[in-house]
């Protein structure tokens, strides 16, 4: 499907297959991206369009760096898990 991602190595080290993508929308020329899991499934994606790669590719580093600190709250128990 793609070319092999330079993190491949280290995702199969690791045991993880999700990686991103990052494309732009030919209607309204905007940038979106959206997080893969090892099917190829969408399990989380940018919903809002940017004007420029850039800033998208910025949304995306902050969700990999940030990950593992987000809190999961529970709206049905509502509360923090």
């Known amino acids: 499907m793609f070319k ?13 297959s999700m990686y ?3 494309f732009q929308n030919p209607k ?3 940038w979106y ?3 893969k899991n090892n099917d190829h ?3 989380a994606a940018g919903v809002r369009g940017y004007a420029n790669k850039g800033d998208a ?4 580093e902050l969700v990999r760096r940030n990950a593992p ?4 709250y529970d709206k049905s128990l509502k509360k923090w898990l």
């Open 69 to 72: 600190l987000f809190s999961i």
């Open 20 to 22: 991103f993508i990052l």
């Open 4 to 16: 092999t991602s330079p993190r491949e190595g280290l995702n199969k080290f690791y045991g993880l």
């Open 57 to 60: 590719l910025d949304s995306v």
């Open 28 to 30: 309204n020329n905007r």
């Open 41 to 43: 499934q969408t399990i």
């Open 33 to 35: 991206w959206s997080l």
